[in-house]
T-cell receptor, first 117, second 110 residues
Framework: GAVVSQHPSRVICKSGTSVKIECRSL??????MFWYRQFPKQSLMLMAT?????????EQGVEKDKFLINHASLTLSTLTVASAHPEDSSFYIC?????????????FGSGTRLTVV | GQSLEQPSEVTAVEGAIVQINCTYQ??????LSWYQQHDGGAPTFLSY????GLEETGRFSSFLSRSDSYGYLLLQELQMKDSASYFC???????????FGTGTRLLVSP
C-alpha cells in the first residue's frame, strides 16, 4: 500500500522547452506532496511542498516561476520545469505522506531523470 | 533549520558488519529514519527510531541517542546488493517536510 506512481521515468528535451512530471498516489489520498531534486552523488534536496488546492511552498533559492507545481487533486501533483536549461538536468523525485492505521511515513515515486540538451 | 551529517563513503567486504553514522542538528526532533537508494532508483524506507535505543529489522538495525543527537544504521552479513547510498532523514517541526542527511555511499566488495 501507499504507492506513488511517477512519470515519465526518463526525459530528454531541448534547451528552452518545458517538461511536465506527474506524480499520482494510487491507493491513498495525498494532501501533501514533496518534490525533491538530486544531483549525481548528492543528497535529496527539497524543492517545494505542494498542498492540494493551495499554492506550493518553495524552499529558499528555488525559483517558483521556473518550477511550477500544481496539486489540483488529492491524487495528482505535477512539476513543470519551464524553459529548461542544461543546468536543470537532474533526478527529480516526488514523495507523499501517508497515514494508515498505526503506520505513518513517506512514500516515494520512482523518480524522473531529466536531461536537457 | 536542520542539518544531518553522514560520512560520505564507507567500504566493506561481503559478510562483514558496517555502521553508518548520522549526527543531526534540528530545532525540533521527531525521530530519525533511514533510507536506501540504489543508483537511479528512489529511496526505500529501511528503519525508524522515534525513541532512544535499537530497532532491529532483519539484517538492518538502527540506533538513536537523542541526548547525543546521534544515530546509526547497522548492516550485518553484508551482501553485494547492499552497495547503495544510505540516508538518514528527519521531519522538521510540525512534520511539514522530510529533510535528508548528506548521504553515505556504501561499497561492498567480494
Amino acid at each position: 500500500g501507499a504507492v506513488v506512481s511517477q512519470h515519465p521515468s526518463r526525459v530528454i528535451c531541448k534547451s528552452g522547452t518545458s517538461v511536465k512530471i506527474e506524480c499520482r498516489s494510487l491507493d491513498f489520498q495525498a494532501t501533501t506532496m514533496f518534490w525533491y531534486r538530486q544531483f549525481p552523488k548528492q543528497s535529496l534536496m527539497l524543492m517545494a511542498t505542494s498542498n492540494e488546492g493551495s499554492k506550493a511552498t518553495y524552499e529558499q533559492g528555488v525559483e517558483k516561476d521556473k518550477f511550477l507545481i500544481n496539486h489540483a487533486s488529492l491524487t495528482l501533483s505535477t512539476l513543470t520545469v519551464a524553459s529548461a536549461h542544461p543546468e536543470d538536468s537532474s533526478f527529480y523525485i516526488c514523495s507523499a505522506e501517508f497515514s494508515r492505521g498505526s503506520n505513518y511515513g513517506y512514500t516515494f515515486g520512482s523518480g524522473t531523470r531529466l536531461t536537457v540538451v | 533549520g536542520q542539518s544531518l551529517e553522514q560520512p560520505s563513503e564507507v567500504t566493506a567486504v561481503e559478510g562483514a558488519i558496517v555502521q553508518i553514522n548520522c549526527t543531526y542538528q534540528t530545532s525540533g526532533f521527531y525521530g530519525l529514519s533511514w533510507y536506501q537508494q540504489h543508483d537511479g532508483g528512489a529511496p526505500t524506507f529501511l528503519s525508524y527510531n522515534g525513541l532512544d535505543g535499537l530497532e532491529e529489522t532483519g539484517r538492518f538495525s538502527s540506533f538513536l541517542s537523542r541526548s547525543d543527537s546521534y544515530g546509526y544504521l547497522l548492516l550485518q552479513e553484508l551482501q553485494m546488493k547492499d552497495s547503495a547510498s544510505y540516508f538518514c532523514a528527519a521531519p522538521n517541526t510540525g512534520f511539514q517536510k522530510l529533510v535528508f542527511g548528506t548521504g553515505t555511499r556504501l561499497l561492498v566488495s567480494p
